[in-house]
């Protein structure tokens, strides 16, 4: 089985009485454990289809199946339910909640989950050392840096071992060393975790490090190594 | 919030002396808060019931009891006269729960037992003053007391038509149309209906036993009118507090469209993100209600133990003229039902709110934010 069909996906949208298509006509497969980069300039629709591939978003028109359930006609609960079980995202930036510790925010999942406190703390605590992350485990979002922000934003992605990590330009707003940690950061998670990883950006440093790359242009894949 | 809430609890503790005040000073100037009378009879035989009617079974409720004798009778000076209802009473009893005494403004209340008070407007009418004689007349008898003081309420048709003796001295009239009365004065807060029932049962078979409301239903009715504003005036406030936490809430909610984005993106139900809200919403009033309710407590406490002088509003206003200070006063009613008004409020104020919220779509949230 698949981690990620998309076929005919189309996702229009309308700016004033003008209708565009974000994303247009798009099939594609990622097999379980395949790490894929969506490339290509901004508005080329990579975040769109991100957004349909976690069901954030309805498509207008094609199907998205991901891990064998339907997502683009699953109900509001439902889809949540399944982002809350198989799914991790890393946004661009400003994605932890303020009020939260840096514990607290990469425990969230958990929680949601239902998982009992004391396997909650030590699964945390080890993920945060893993990540080098210990000493900031009180702290809180605003006394951290861009890249440790973001390191703390995959952590919680991850905590729950989803099957598919999506992140969204993760590295867009960091300088060369603080992306280079939180890339480094989802390398290594994805294989100790075994996850499917789709990454959306147009960041040039991010396309070799991965081993299938997907660019698209107006909505459309215009080149595929898959 | 708190500030509207406190304000709504001290208002509605003065609401609560403003009643009490005017009761207080109709029914000491009647026959008290719980009225029991028998007659007509002879003069001996109410002055047998005031000796021997007892004072029934204990009640809590009860401050007070006074016995008195109550007949008609025709006032004559050198110059005029005027038609007088003449009540018989124990002055030392009297003082404690009726405002005459307080009320003479010459001479004394009864330095000597055998003295006439009388109200200021009979005094005008015939032209009296203390230390003179006035006849008094009833269809039995013809009889002169001395004058021995003048009392002044305000209320003209009760200083023009009401007299005071002692009990002692009318024993001595030989009056064949005389009502025994019983007033019983109530503790503060105290249910007059519930107190007449306990009186009735223990009351002689002609003594009918009645509550202010039904010995002064205008006073009543300005009671009820009173209670009435208040409600309006807190429903209006509480409806404009729910507008103004709709607003905030709504403020609140689209400041942070993007962090329940997030939220929504790592599997929070859009139902838990609305129970968040409201949540949020019935927690921040209740934190503000709480504290409203606490120095609005604090502040009408206060107030109520050194009183409100509404003198400068009332002068001329006749249930206000024998004792125009209001003590405000808590009752459980004021000091919760603007909280739990505004409790129902917020939750209401919140529902709009928490649907944006909850039916925001992710990607829009995120992409506008």
Same mark, same amino acid.
């Given at each position: 089985m698949s981690a990620m069909t998309l076929k005919e996906v189309t996702r229009r949208f309308v700016t004033g009485n003008r209708s565009f298509p974000a994303v247009d006509n798009v099939s594609l497969t990622v097999r379980r454990g395949q790490r894929l980069a969506l490339v290509g300039p901004s508005g080329s629709g990579k975040t769109t289809l991100l957004n349909l591939m976690g069901a954030l978003d309805r498509p207008d028109g094609g199907t998205v199946q991901c891990l064998g359930v339907e997502l683009s006609t699953a109900s509001e609960r439902k889809a949540a339910d399944f982002r809350r079980k198989h799914l991790g995202f890393v946004f661009q930036q400003d994605a932890l909640v303020p009020e939260l510790t840096v514990h607290e925010n990469v425990e969230l999942p958990l929680v949601l989950l239902r998982e009992d406190a004391a396997m909650r703390r030590e699964t945390v605590d080890e993920l945060l050392k893993a990540l080098g992350l210990s000493q900031n485990a009180? %702290?809180? &979002?605003? %006394?951290?840096s861009a890249g440790e922000k973001q390191r703390v934003a995959v952590a919680r992605a991850v905590v729950h071992s989803p099957g598919i990590l999506l992140a969204d330009e &993760?590295? %867009?707003?960091?300088?060369g060393i603080s992306a280079g940690w939180v890339l480094d950061t989802i390398e290594s998670l994805a294989r100790k975790k075994d996850l499917t990883v789709i990454l959306a950006t147009h960041d040039a440093r991010i396309f070799g490090r991965f081993e299938s790359t997907i660019r698209l242009e107006d909505g459309r894949i215009v080149e595929s190594h898959v | 919030m708190a500030f509207a809430i406190g304000t709504l609890v001290v208002l509605g503790a003065i609401m609560v002396g403003v009643n009490d005040t005017m009761i207080q000073n109709a029914v000491a100037m009647h026959a008290g808060h719980v009225a029991g009378v028998a007659g007509p009879m002879r003069m001996a035989e109410a002055m047998r019931r005031v000796r021997t009617v007892g004072e029934g079974p204990p009640d809590a409720a009860v401050a007070g009891q006074l016995r008195r004798c109550r007949f008609t009778a025709m006032l004559q000076s050198d110059r005029a006269t005027a038609p007088t209802t003449i009540w018989a009473v124990a002055p030392e009893q009297e003082s404690e729960f009726t405002p005459i005494r307080r009320s003479v403004r010459e001479g004394g209340y009864f330095e000597r037992p055998s003295d006439l008070v009388i109200g200021a407007g009979c005094a005008r009418e015939l032209s009296l003053k203390v230390g003179d004689v006035v006849l008094l007349t009833t269809p039995s008898e013809h009889r002169e007391f001395r004058v021995g003081g003048i009392f002044d309420t305000g209320i003209d048709r009760f200083d023009a038509g009401v007299s005071f003796m002692t009990l002692t001295a009318a024993a001595d009239l030989n009056e064949p149309q005389v009502y025994f009365e019983r007033a019983f004065f109530l503790e503060p807060g105290s249910e007059a209906v519930e107190t007449r029932e306990g009186i009735a049962t223990t009351a002689q078979v002609d003594e009918r036993v009645s509550t202010w409301p039904e010995l002064l239903p205008e006073v009543a009715q300005l009671v009820d009118l009173n209670t009435f504003s208040m409600t309006i005036m807190t429903t209006l406030v509480v409806l404009i507090l729910g507008f103004g936490v709709a607003n905030a809430l709504l403020i609140s909610v689209m400041d942070r469209y993007r962090h329940f984005a997030v939220l929504k993106a790592i599997g929070v139900r859009p139902g838990e993100v609305a129970r968040v809200i409201l949540f949020e919403a019935l927690l921040m009033c209740l934190a503000a209600s709480l504290l409203g309710t606490g120095l609005g407590a604090a502040a009408s406490l206060v107030w109520g133990h050194y009183g409100l002088d509404l003198s400068a509003y009332t002068s001329s206003n006749p249930h206000f003229s024998v004792n125009p200070v209001v003590y405000p006063r808590l009752t459980a009613m004021m000091m919760f039902a603007p909280q739990a008004l505004a409790l129902c409020a917020a939750a209401l104020a919140a529902v709009w709110p928490a649907i944006v919220a909850a039916s925001r779509p992710v990607s829009l949230a995120m992409r506008e934010a």
């Open positions: 009180r %702290a809180y &979002p605003g %006394a951290l &993760p590295t %867009a707003n960091l300088d | -």
